[in-house]
């Protein structure tokens, strides 16, 4: 895999980068409704932008920086500055990324920032580059937050009118037996899978997993806090179970040890540190067993966009960023009925 482009063995591809103007900020996008997970709400996407330029070419990156991995705005600034002379200088490789940045929303807009910058410069899509297939129509879950049960079973029968698939977010024990039930008689023919966002324990995981078979449910993702992963081994439900928190960072091995408690990875740039090293660890995902669910964090399609590349080679996608957004930038993801248009993708990555 990956054989269009000479990449080192963690993703980035072996290239001296000309000298390039590095221009970061910040941009709110406003959501049409709150955004509530277990963990808390937001009512915009504040996202990190990163801009490149050559004097010939302009190319851009989006990330978000993820608050439960010590991240922020201010941080993701910081960590990029010292980058703005060696890249206007021409002294910094590709590969260096991995090095000067940790995995996380600094690196992952840098690194989508100069993969956009490639296909411009080369003349070819970041597609090709990588010997990927040409993109085709995705469907992605969208996401019903959370909520009282009520609310979110009026949102599910709406959402289902259209939308082929659903993920609802828990993480209330006490009512999410209640919101599982609901949204399932909301919305019977809707395909539907579950997020606790870490939100129970072990004792709510049992129960909750039968509720969940009952009710037809595809997956439950990250049930446990990512510290309690090892009581997973006595898992034995009914339906499986997906890692989203629990996988962080940008090394292939811990795929092996999520396959002993999960049967399912989640896959988010912003943890990863960019679509480079996305790649080893989809190939290590594969090699450990594990079934692959590309995500992202709630941003426009700029930061989807890379993601949409990897979709292919999932069985689950979430990239409904554009869907809870009041408004998506300009030109962005055309989704239609649930099913994102892939072929239509110009806003990054392109020639």
């Known amino acids: 895999m990956w054989l269009a482009m000479k990449l080192d063995r963690s993703g980035y591809p072996e290239i001296t980068l000309p000298p390039l103007k590095l221009r970061i900020g910040t941009e709110s996008f406003a959501l049409a409704r709150p955004f509530r997970i277990a963990r808390g709400s937001k009512m915009s996407a504040d996202v990190l932008t990163v801009m490149i330029d050559d004097g010939q070419h302009q ?27 060696p890249l206007a200088e021409g002294r910094l490789r590709w590969p260096d990324l991995g090095m000067r940045l940790p995995p996380g929303a600094a690196r992952n807009a840098l690194d989508c920032a100069l993969w956009d910058y490639w296909a411009k410069y080369s003349g070819q899509s970041v597609a090709d580059l990588l010997g990927l297939p040409t993109l085709c129509d995705q469907i992605t879950a969208f996401t019903i937050s959370l909520d009282h049960p009520d609310i979110m079973a009026q949102q599910a029968a709406q959402a289902a009118q259209t939308l082929p698939l659903l993920k609802l977010k828990l993480g209330d024990p006490p009512l999410d037996a209640e919101r599982i039930t609901r949204c399932r008689a909301a919305a019977p023919k809707a395909r539907l899978i579950i997020d606790a966002n870490e939100g129970w324990g072990f004792d709510d995981l049992v129960p909750m997993a039968v509720v969940a078979q009952n009710c037809g449910i595809e997956l439950i993702e990250q049930p446990l806090p990512a510290h309690l992963d090892v009581a997973l081994g006595d898992y034995d439900g009914p339906v499986p179970l997906c890692a989203d928190e629990s996988c962080h960072g940008d090394d292939p091995a811990q795929m092996r040890l999520l396959s002993r408690f999960f049967q399912a990875v989640n896959l988010k740039l912003d943890k990863l540190g960019g679509l480079s090293p996305a790649l080893p660890m989809i190939d290590a995902a594969r090699d450990a067993g594990l079934d692959l669910f590309i995500g992202s964090m709630v941003a426009s399609s700029l930061a989807l966009c890379p993601a949409l590349l990897l979709a292919s080679h999932a069985r689950w996608v979430d990239l409904d960023g554009p869907l809870l957004l009041a408004q998506d930038r300009s030109g962005g993801l055309i989704i239609e009925n649930g099913v994102i248009k892939g072929a239509l993708c110009r806003l990054w990555g392109h020639a």
Request: cysteine-free; overall charge negative.
């Open 59 to 85: 190319a851009m990156g989006e990330a978000v920086p993820y608050a439960r991995y010590d991240e922020s705005l201010s941080k993701a600034l910081a960590q990029l500055r010292p980058l703005i002379e």
